[in-house]
């Protein structure tokens, strides 16, 4: 009993440490990329800023591409690794029976979202002009969150009906909620996030509810 719980006890941390060695990666990398930019931010500078070598970063990541992706991932999840229909506050919207509390629900969920990872998406956009593996990675976030989207669409579509098509409805939102379009309101305009909030809330409303 007692050589089973020791062998329990390293494996948990065991597990702790691999966890603590991605966070520590994680952090680092998210700060090196936005501080030099994706070209800037080489494996060797994250792997020291992280106090952990190369290899381990290769070895957890495979690419810097791969990291980069992982680190944008993180930032839309936040503090809950599930995917993000599966999360807490996206469930309690789809259980809300009023669609005007649903886009409320909605915006501030997505806006806490947006602030953590929309920099990275737009930078993930500025160097892929010229690096053709970052044009699949932000060929490939920008359909992941099409596709969390739905969510919302289905959802005030359970309580009734709205102004446009699932389709215009969905790339509607996409539209609204880009990283590039937050990024210039928040971060160019100045817009405080109660501002962003009310704004995407009464938007939405307006283009997507019967009676908004």
Do not use: C
Request: proline share 4%; charged share 30%.
């Amino acid at each position: 009993m007692m050589e089973r719980e020791k062998r329990a006890y390293r494996s948990e941390r065991r597990r702790e440490q691999v966890e603590g060695t991605r966070t520590k990666v994680l952090d680092a990398a998210e700060d090196l990329f936005q501080e030099r930019g994706y070209d800037g931010a080489s494996i060797a500078a994250i792997a020291a800023a992280a106090n952990v070598s190369e290899e381990t970063v290769y070895t957890r990541f495979g690419t810097k591409r791969a990291l980069l992706g992982e680190v944008v991932a993180r930032a839309v999840r936040g503090a809950d690794p599930r995917p993000v229909p599966e999360q807490e506050r996206p469930r309690s919207l789809a259980a809300e029976s009023d669609q005007r509390e649903q886009l409320r629900l909605f915006a501030a969920d997505i806006s806490g979202r947006l602030e953590r990872a929309a920099p990275l998406v737009v930078l993930v956009g500025d160097a892929a002009r010229n690096e053709p593996e970052l044009a699949e990675l932000l060929d490939r976030l920008h359909r992941d969150r099409l596709g969390n989207l739905r969510l919302l669409v289905d959802s005030l579509l359970s309580n009734g009906p709205i102004r446009l098509s699932n389709k215009d409805a969905l790339e509607t939102i996409w539209a609204l909620t880009s990283p590039e379009l937050h990024q210039l309101l928040v971060r160019v305009r100045g817009w405080s996030r109660s501002r962003y909030r009310a704004w995407l809330t009464d938007s939405l409303a307006a283009l997507l509810l019967v009676s908004s």
